[in-house]
């Protein structure tokens, strides 16, 4: 752990803090098979097609996220998540390389890809990515009802949003106000792709749950968790790169924090939603009963909450390890794994 | 070998995992089993109890794949699930390896304040996730309470569940560990 933390120089007061945050995940069994059935899709699907591409499918190692959420996943299936995983990253690089696109370029690539979730299909002339998406989409939404539809579709369109608030920061070069970042930051992270997840469970949430705001306490804190745990972590780079959607430099700018204060800040607020998490989850067997859910129907409800209930752990150890994220001043040679337990 | 007692509470354990009620167990029932038990006590998969949870489960999983001859992704009916508990947990020596790790992980999730003692709600939460109704627990409670404190040790719910089983002794007070047995 010593030399991780002195990698990621925020990690040891995050742990500190927040304790239900130590430890080492479980990992699937077949992690690296699946990473390896990853690239070889990315691939074929022309997501790697120049030397700088490839080099970025690399540093994702979206399966490493994958596994460690979905440790008792079918290979196959810890495969189909790692592609959405591999997928979203993706697509965040697409925004973050080009300088500032005009909303009417998101607008445009959301477009498109809400055409393949209404029509099942791909869209005239699709790109790469477009196609990829496709071919996940047609996948994972087979035996789903058009009830998970509308929710994945909705989350689609959230995404939309965030997605025009993160490149209107860069845009403006102005922090939005602090109030703003959960709800933008939570959705940013493309929470949409949980809904792929009830697939990889081989579930799908009852609608009179998924409906419920017990149920969206519960997948709000995880993401919560998650995505600051990220601003945290990967702090130095998103100020290197000016990054204004990251928390901790928003809570500097507004608050006026010196950067440890401002650190200290948001881990505060970590710590807190853990707690509201860990609620969220224990409020579920009286939402379980009030619902007069079968037996059946709750413990496949509660294989997508330990999802969530797994979603900031694995975030945190996969952001320490993969390449996309190391420090500036990382010497490491490799993404190196998570490093065994202290 | 095993009595008339112990096949009768091992079938109707073989019910408490198989809630879909489709005839068959798979490691996803179990894995359903263990999930509703994190869940429902708010720990992470990713935490150390809950690790130690899926850890022992899957062990147990394993064991009693094993025992019934199959690999471990294949389907295990109730007379192979019969034979393979009492082949490793009555005529074998596999309860103290295997079966009391995964209690004592559930009894520490179960535990949540850490005092070493499972209150009637949190022993509710157990019952719930093994589908047995409020009834059952309330009972089942009552009869493991010997003491009427209201609450039960850990060690006397490790006990109760050896009794439940492995025991033969029609008059093991575990015998109620999921509520009253019928009457033969």
């Known amino acids: 752990m010593t030399a991780l933390a002195d990698a990621r120089p925020h990690l040891r007061p995050l742990l500190q803090r927040v304790p239900a945050l130590r430890g080492r995940c479980r990992m699937h069994p077949r992690v690296d098979a699946a990473g390896q059935q990853v690239l070889c899709w990315a691939r074929q699907a022309g997501l790697a097609d120049d030397p700088k591409a490839s080099r970025r499918l690399h540093a994702i190692d979206g399966h490493r996220m994958a596994g460690r959420v979905f440790t008792d996943s079918s290979d196959d299936k810890l495969v189909q998540f790692s592609q959405w995983l591999t997928w979203v990253v993706l697509l965040d690089d697409h925004w973050d390389e080009r300088s500032c696109p005009t909303p009417q370029e998101i607008d445009h690539t959301y477009t498109r890809l809400l055409h393949v979730v209404d029509h099942d299909r791909e869209p005239a002339h699709a790109d790469p990515m477009e196609r990829a998406f496709t071919q996940l989409w047609q996948v994972t939404s087979a035996d789903m009802s058009p009830a998970w539809r509308g929710r994945f579709r909705a989350h689609l369109e959230l995404n939309r949003q965030s997605t025009h608030w993160e490149i209107r920061t860069r845009r403006t070069g102005q922090f939005s106000p602090l109030a703003d970042y959960p709800r933008h930051r939570r959705v940013a992270s493309a929470s949409f792709i949980f809904d792929a997840g009830e697939a990889v469970l081989g579930t799908e949430l009852p609608a009179s749950l998924a409906c419920l705001p017990a149920w969206s306490d519960l997948a709000d804190a995880a993401n919560d968790v998650a995505v600051w745990c990220n601003d945290v972590l990967t702090l130095d780079k998103d100020e290197h790169e000016a990054d204004l959607s990251n928390y901790v430099l928003a809570a500097q700018h507004h608050l006026g924090l010196s950067p440890a204060a401002a650190i200290s800040w948001v881990i505060d607020r970590i710590a807190a939603r853990t707690t509201d998490l860990r609620r969220a989850a224990r409020a579920l067997p009286a939402v379980y009963r009030r619902l007069d859910l079968s037996h059946g129907s709750a413990r496949a409800a509660s294989k997508v909450a330990c999802a969530y209930l797994a979603l900031p752990h694995a975030t945190l150890e996969w952001t320490c390890e993969a390449a996309r994220y190391r420090p500036l001043s990382s010497s490491t040679s490799q993404a190196g794994a998570w490093p065994a337990r202290e | ?184």
């Open chain 2, 1 to 184: 070998m095993a009595t008339d007692l112990q096949v009768l509470k091992i079938d109707r354990s073989f019910t408490y995992i198989d809630v879909d009620g489709n005839g068959v167990i798979t490691r996803d029932d179990l894995q359903g089993l263990g999930a509703r038990l994190l869940a429902g006590f708010g720990a992470s998969p990713a935490g150390t109890q809950g690790r130690r949870v899926a850890d022992s489960f899957d062990s147990l999983w394993d064991t009693i794949a094993d025992a019934a001859d199959l690999n471990h992704d294949s389907r295990i009916t109730p007379d192979e699930y019969r034979s393979s508990l009492i082949a490793s947990f009555i005529d074998g020596d596999r309860f103290e390896p295997i079966f009391r790790p995964a209690i004592d992980a559930v009894l520490a999730v179960a535990d949540t304040d850490g005092d070493g003692l499972i209150q009637p709600e949190e022993f509710q939460l157990i019952h719930e996730a093994f589908g047995r109704s409020e009834q059952d627990s309330e009972q089942a409670f009552a009869a493991l309470d010997l003491d009427g404190d209201g609450a039960l040790s850990r060690g006397e719910l490790l006990h109760a569940a050896r009794d439940y089983y492995t025991s033969a002794d029609p008059s093991a007070i575990g015998n109620l560990l999921f509520g009253s047995l019928p009457t033969p």
